[in-house]
């Protein structure tokens, strides 16, 4: 790990945005700061709309706020490679299409970790959240680029 990733891994856990382990539930987000750490108030793009999520505008910012803290190159959440998010969109997009079942979206892996089940990190989308909604939605639409 860089020296500037360990900084950034340091400022996010004292921030108290951090791995999911230290903090079960919604992660902390200052109002002013929704826009720019994906929180529900910071969603963009179309989620209520006729086009529904995409991956690039609605989803992947999502999954880098709350997911990417311990499932990044080196995060304690990398260990097993299965799910490691690298903020280049269409790589990411390719990795979660293999945790995501179109058909059923409630028996994807992303949305069973993501709300708790057999997580080590707990609740990162808790079911009752409109974060948890848009990502549902996004992967029953298809799970659109």
């Not at 990733?5 to 921030?15: P, Q």
């Not at 959440?77 to 997009?93: F, I």
């Not at 892996?109 to 009752?128: E, F, N, Q, S, Y």
Request: net charge negative; hydrophobic share 40%; proline share 8%.
């Amino acid at each position: 790990m860089t020296s500037e990733r360990a900084l950034l891994t340091a400022c996010l856990l004292a921030a108290g945005i951090g791995c999911a382990p230290l903090e079960r539930g919604e992660p902390r987000v200052e109002p002013d700061a929704g826009a720019v750490m994906g929180g529900d108030a910071g969603m963009t793009g179309d989620a209520g709309g006729a086009g529904g999520p995409s991956f690039a505008s609605d989803v992947h910012p999502l999954l880098l706020m709350r997911c990417g803290p311990c499932h990044r190159e080196g995060g304690p959440g990398a260990a097993s490679k299965r799910y490691v998010l690298t903020e280049d969109a269409e790589n990411d997009r390719q990795t979660v299409l293999k945790l995501v079942n179109t058909a059923d979206p409630d028996k994807s892996w992303l949305l069973r970790k993501a709300r708790g089940d057999m997580h080590t990190g707990g609740k990162v989308l808790p079911i009752d959240s409109a974060n948890y909604a848009s990502v549902r939605a996004w992967i029953a639409a298809g799970a659109p680029p």
